[in-house]
């Protein structure tokens, strides 16, 4: 009873000082989200795998939403094709071939950490103000994106 006693007066004497503090950080935090709301909106596209659904349904009036969104969408349907191709592979193979299976597994690995380099050089982007492209995709990303 008396750590019951002793807990209530540290909450007595702290809550004022905690609900400063919180209400301080929420004005903080609804202040950056106001201010910067294209860039969150823009990073957005790149969450990986379903980010893209919000930015790319909400905003149709926006060409950078949509350029940006488009783009979420095929560097995610293209990490998930690969991805499954790479699974049937190896599932494919016999279990004798375990070096071939193990290699194959490391590009299932290097797929997917490859994908979130790329989602994540675009967030940087986004944040710095920049472009980013890679050059021999994006012929093909601009041809895909027509059909979206």
Same mark, same amino acid.
């Given at each position: 009873?008396?750590?019951?006693?002793?807990?209530?007066?540290?909450?007595?004497?702290?809550?004022n000082i905690l609900y400063a503090t919180?209400?301080?950080?929420y004005t903080q935090a609804k202040t950056?989200?106001?201010? #910067?709301?294209?860039?969150? @909106? !823009?990073?957005?596209?790149?969450?990986?795998? +379903?980010?893209?659904?919000?930015? /790319?349904?909400? &905003?149709?009036?926006?060409?950078?939403?949509?350029? #940006?969104?488009?783009?979420? @969408? !095929?560097?995610?349907?293209?990490?998930?094709? +690969?991805?499954?191709?790479?699974? /049937?592979?190896? &599932?494919?193979?016999?279990?004798?071939?375990?070096?071939?299976?193990?290699?194959?597994? !490391?590009?299932?690995?290097?797929?997917?950490?490859?994908?979130?380099?790329?989602?994540?050089?675009?967030?940087?982007?986004?944040?710095?103000?920049?472009?980013?492209?890679?050059?021999?995709?994006?012929?093909?990303?601009?041809?895909?994106?027509?059909?979206?």
């Amino acid at each position: 009873m008396e750590k019951l006693k002793n807990y209530w007066q540290h909450i007595k004497k702290y809550s004022n000082i905690l609900y400063a503090t919180t209400i301080k950080y929420y004005t903080q935090a609804k202040t950056f989200c106001i201010e #910067h709301k294209r860039e969150i @909106l !823009l990073s957005v596209a790149y969450v990986p795998y +379903i980010g893209w659904l919000y930015p /790319l349904y909400a &905003f149709e009036h926006d060409a950078e939403v949509q350029k #940006h969104a488009k783009r979420g @969408l !095929l560097y995610a349907i293209a990490a998930v094709a +690969i991805a499954l191709i790479i699974f /049937l592979i190896i &599932f494919m193979m016999p279990r004798p071939w375990r070096v071939l299976r193990f290699v194959f597994t !490391l590009l299932l690995y290097m797929d997917y950490v490859l994908y979130y380099a790329i989602v994540t050089a675009h967030i940087y982007h986004i944040w710095n103000k920049k472009d980013f492209s890679i050059p021999k995709i994006e012929f093909y990303l601009e041809k895909l994106e027509q059909y979206i």
